[in-house]
Nanobody, 124 residues
Framework: QVQLVESGGGLVHAGDSLRLSCTAS????????LAWFRQAPGRGYDFVAH????????RYADSVKGRFTMSRDDAKRTTYLQMNGLKPEDTALYYC?????????????????WGQGTPVSVSS
């Protein structure tokens, strides 16, 4: 069973930055496809970014492209989401997710493992 623990959320002003972290309990972390999703109040899961472990390619949602950067440190079993230029519309509960599937996905149903979420609130 893979456990994911997120941290780094908080309350910030528009234009500020935050870095989210997600640490996994599994030793084979380097072979998992990873993703970040977010859920704003009253909404479903929105895709933010994902990382293909094999090709080390990262895909971003259009809404965060150029502002957010996803990375991973396999030795630390941790993935990060650096968020710059935060906007009020980025306010949400942010989740990291992992899958042993062949490739990452923009659909939350394709991920077997989830963290508990870390809240991000951006005031205008």
């Amino acid at each position: 069973q893979v456990q994911l623990v997120e941290s780094g959320g908080g309350l910030v002003h528009a234009g500020d930055s935050l870095r989210l972290s997600c640490t996994a309990s599994v030793r084979s972390f380097g072979t998992y496809n990873l993703a970040w999703f977010r859920q704003a109040p009253g909404r479903g899961y929105d895709f933010v970014a994902h990382d293909n472990w094999l090709y080390r390619s990262i895909r971003y949602a259009d809404s965060v492209k150029g502002r957010f950067t996803m990375s991973r440190d396999d030795a630390k079993r941790t993935t990060y989401l650096q968020m710059n230029g935060l906007k009020p519309e980025d306010t949400a509960l942010y989740y990291c997710a992992a899958t042993r599937g062949e490739r990452p996905s923009v659909f939350h149903n394709d991920y077997e493992y989830w963290g508990q979420g870390t809240p991000v609130s951006v005031s205008s």
